[in-house]
């Protein structure tokens, strides 16, 4: 149970980490409320499917802080964290493609996606 | 002593026309604004000039304020050719400073665009819109006033050596407004409307260190971005002494006219074809092409007449098909004189064409926004000089009224710019309806004063003989001479 816990942290962590990363990517170019508005959107639409989703989403946080999304997903079993932040980062992307296109995301996230996941700066204290 | 003066460098715009009215491109360095109202262009101007002028070595950021959402204005610039895409985040990087905005202080706003510049090093510099600059200064609390932030932007970015383009909303052209003072460069954007007719106007307000195209150019903004239609060059580089009554003549296509017309129409000469509706002005208009394309002569034509590929015939129809004969777009609502005259020269310059017909200047006004038919025959004095001087022999064709009291050629006053002139009239002759044409004018040669009847068929115009012992012809309704009375004869 412990360890199913311990990877739950994990998986918060690195969607953290990956949320972390967009926001720096997106921020300067969107505004953060601009990117702030899109990870919302995707929050809402994964809500749907994972219902305790609904604690990030009522909670009022400044753009770039995702602690409340952390919390979230390490209360949940790993496979539901995972999942859960799958379909979010699924629906953030397609909005943004159906929105400047699938090719400007890919550019505009490049920075976000080279960032190593293991990054230190992204590593959860121990 | 040797010239220590700085040089400066002009950018070309890669905005099709700007140039030309900047008075040869952008200074490097120059502190710009570019205003006018809501949806007249400015945001796709200052990112075609981005586009076009970005590099490694010359990267631009793109500051966004509280205007439009950056996400929205990125979907729809994407729509024009312009926009490529690899550039983002290689040499333009977008930065939105809505945060700093937000707080009302134009010195947070100053100092993180500061901060970006020392970190990225741009040549270029936008700041859109610089309205919510203002309106976010007018909201509050800032420690320094409008005034100083242009200044000090203006500052910062010459000597950053970063060229610089402020892109403003709601000014008024007589409100003394500081930005005005400091700015280097001022590019106007309208929209002018009258009636129903909308046409969208640049003007050059000022442009320090170089002399402007002055008066307003009207622009267009199609797939490709802004176009701006320029007056017309007068072309450099074609001996002009090949033009003249001296020149090589060209041959109309109908035979019997080039005799009429002492030989031809001179190389370089510009023909006027006046006659009432249903005379075969078209028809000889497309002889003249057609005829040039068999002698291995490119043409272009302008047609203004309703359904101009019916209109030609089926030869036309196979020239223009096989691109030897170049067709101006002339349907496009809110079109210039200007705008007609550089389709025409960039198509003439395409093809390497000896022919251009512009058929009719009757349709050609029609077609005009109502703005500019109140300039028609100065701005078509200018064009017909301008085509002329690319060496290209011009046929323009003129609906006329028939009026049998006075001989006209134009109603446009048009006939003093053309070279020379063929007129075409309806005669009444033993009550059926005839048709008369004559050369009126060849400047510098001679040509014949015969009125000659001729026929239209299924070949086209076929010129027939003088009406023998007829007089009054140009009343439109001869009358047998008495030959006793008649001194001369002919």
Redesign the interface.
Same mark, same amino acid.
């Given at each position: 149970m412990a360890a199913a816990g311990a990877d739950a942290g994990q998986v918060a962590a690195e969607a953290v980490a990956a949320w972390d990363a967009i926001h720096r990517a997106l *921020?300067? +170019? +969107?505004? $953060? =409320?601009?990117a702030a508005a @899109?990870h919302r959107r995707s929050l809402h639409v994964a809500r749907a499917s994972f219902p305790w989703l609904a604690a990030p989403c009522d909670a009022l946080a400044e753009p770039g802080d995702f602690d409340a999304l952390r919390r979230a997903l390490a209360s949940q079993p790993a496979v539901q964290a995972a999942a859960a932040h799958d379909c979010m980062l699924h629906t953030f992307l397609d909005l943004l493609a159906s %929105?400047?296109?699938e090719? @400007?995301t890919t =550019? %505009?996230l490049?920075?976000a996606n080279d960032r190593p996941a293991g990054d230190i700066s992204f590593q959860e204290p121990t | 002593m040797t010239d220590t003066r700085p040089v400066i460098a002009r950018l070309g715009t890669g905005v099709q026309g700007l140039d030309q009215v900047l008075g040869g491109g952008l200074p490097e360095f120059s502190f710009n604004v570019i205003a006018g109202p809501p949806g007249c262009g400015k945001t796709t101007l200052a990112h075609q000039m981005m586009f076009a002028l970005a590099t490694p070595q010359r990267p631009a950021l793109y500051f966004?304020v509280l205007g439009e $959402? $950056? !996400?929205?204005m !990125? &979907?729809y610039q994407?729509q024009f050719e312009f926009f490529d895409? &690899?550039k983002? #985040?290689a040499c333009i &990087?977008?930065? #939105?400073v809505? *945060?700093e905005a937000a707080t009302g202080d134009l010195q947070q706003v100053l100092a993180r665009i500061a901060t970006e510049v020392e970190a990225h090093d741009p040549r270029l510099v936008f700041v859109d819109s610089f309205r919510s600059v203002v309106l976010a200064q007018d909201r509050g609390r800032s420690f320094i006033g409008l005034q100083e932030f242009v200044q000090q932007l203006g500052l910062l970015m010459t000597s950053w050596q970063a060229t610089t383009f402020l892109i403003g909303e709601y000014f008024t052209e007589n409100d003394p407004n500081p930005v005005f003072t400091v700015a280097d460069g001022l590019i106007w954007l309208r929209q002018s409307v009258q009636r129903n007719s909308v046409v969208r106007k640049m003007e050059i307000m000022k442009m320090r260190g170089q002399a402007t195209l002055a008066g307003l150019h009207s622009f267009r903004i199609g797939n490709g971005g802004l176009q701006v239609f320029a007056p017309p060059e007068l072309q450099r580089g074609r001996p002009p002494a090949e033009a003249g009554s001296g020149a090589p003549r060209l041959e109309m296509g109908v035979a019997g006219l080039d005799e009429m017309m002492g030989g031809g129409l001179p190389r370089g000469y510009s023909l006027l074809v006046a006659g009432p509706t249903g005379a075969g002005k078209s028809i000889l208009a497309s002889a003249f092409l057609v005829e040039g394309a068999r002698r291995g002569e490119a043409g272009v034509i302008a047609a203004f007449e309703r359904r101009p590929n019916a209109a030609q015939g089926p030869v036309m129809t196979q020239l223009i098909g096989s691109g030897r004969v170049g067709v101006i777009d002339a349907r496009a609502p809110g079109l210039s004189v200007d705008e007609i005259a550089t389709l025409l020269i960039a198509e003439v310059r395409r093809l390497e064409a000896t022919r251009v017909v512009i058929d009719s200047l009757s349709g050609f006004e029609l077609a005009l926004a109502p703005t500019f038919r109140e300039d028609f025959r100065e701005s078509l004095s200018r064009m017909v000089l301008a085509l002329a001087s690319t060496g290209a022999t011009v046929l323009m064709t003129s609906e006329l009224e028939d009026r049998y009291d006075d001989l006209r050629f134009s109603p446009y006053g048009t006939a003093f710019l053309t070279d020379a002139i063929i007129v075409q009239r309806y005669i009444e002759v033993d009550s059926r309806l005839r048709r008369v044409m004559a050369v009126a004018k060849v400047r510098d040669s001679a040509h014949s004063n015969e009125l000659r009847l001729y026929e239209i068929d299924d070949t086209g115009i076929r010129i027939g003989t003088t009406l023998e012992g007829y007089e009054g012809l140009l009343g439109g309704r001869p009358s047998r001479r008495d030959r006793r009375s008649d001194p001369v004869d002919g």
């Open positions: *921020a300067p +170019v +969107v505004g $953060p =409320r601009g @899109l %929105l400047i296109g090719s @400007l =550019r %505009l490049q920075g | 966004t $959402p $950056p !996400l929205k !990125l &979907r994407q895409e &690899r983002v #985040n &990087r977008f930065v #939105n809505s *945060a």
